[in-house]
């Protein structure tokens, strides 16, 4: 495997479901982030990990639970998600957060949910 | 504020060529980009600009950065069906150790055969 994977590619879940998505990243990298695509809006961050510690959540709703257990792997834990919660959501990582100005970020291809 | 906007949509000919547009509000941005995404993809890179230059070229690809108007524009060539893709444009600013990473909403751009 190589890049950024995301697993499941997509994911119908109801609103009192618990369910996981996994994001993994064969890059090396030490910065890892999970965005929300939601059509006719910004690609909006969510989390921010750097060398595995969390430095970025932009005011995400609990139900939202992320994880990362080392630099290769990110978590995003979800709970009594709402309909509004049904977009992409992406990972991506980078060599690092917030350290260097220029920071290409390498995404994987992402995971449509559906709050049923 | 931090704000990039792009216009939702874009259609063109083939063979035409494809200007997307950008504007952003931060006027400390050091690096503007351009992400494609093609359809059940992520993002990927595809050029990038730093704030002290005024445009920038790569084969097809044309970035053009008016720093006064806060304004970018990515100019496509020769534009081919496999050139259908949502095209985000970022930007990024801040100090060290606190850089920051803003993204537009995307322009779809559907090419016509």
């Known amino acids: 495997e190589t890049g950024v994977t995301q697993t499941p590619r997509h994911l119908v879940m109801g609103m009192t479901n618990k369910k996981s998505l996994k994001c993994e990243q064969h890059l090396g990298h030490n910065a890892m982030y999970w965005y929300k695509q939601s059509a006719k809006k910004p690609l909006e961050l969510m989390f921010v990990?750097?060398?595995?510690?969390?430095?970025e959540n932009n005011s995400v709703p609990s139900r939202f639970s992320p994880e990362c257990p080392n630099s290769s792997h990110l978590f995003l834990h979800l709970h009594t998600l709402q309909p509004e919660d049904s977009a992409l959501y992406l990972c991506a990582s980078s060599q690092g957060a917030g350290t260097s100005v220029f920071n290409e970020q390498y995404f994987g291809p992402g995971t449509r949910l559906t709050v049923t | 504020g931090e704000d990039v906007e792009q216009s939702l949509f874009l259609s063109v000919r083939e063979g035409d060529s494809s200007v997307i547009n950008c504007t952003y509000t931060?006027?400390?941005?050091?690096?503007l980009y351009w992400y494609k995404q093609e359809p059940g993809a992520g993002l990927q890179l595809l050029t990038y600009?730093?704030?002290?230059?005024d445009m920038k070229q790569d084969q097809r690809l044309t970035v053009l950065l008016n720093k006064k108007d806060k304004h970018l524009s990515l100019r496509i060539a020769d534009t081919q069906t496999g050139d259908s893709a949502i095209y985000f444009c970022a930007e990024s600013m801040g100090a060290s150790g606190t850089y920051k990473y803003i993204f537009g909403t995307g322009t779809r751009l559907k090419v016509l055969a």
């Open positions: 990990y750097n060398f595995k510690e969390q430095t």
């Open positions: 600009i730093f704030s002290n230059m």
């Open positions: 931060d006027s400390s941005s050091t690096y």
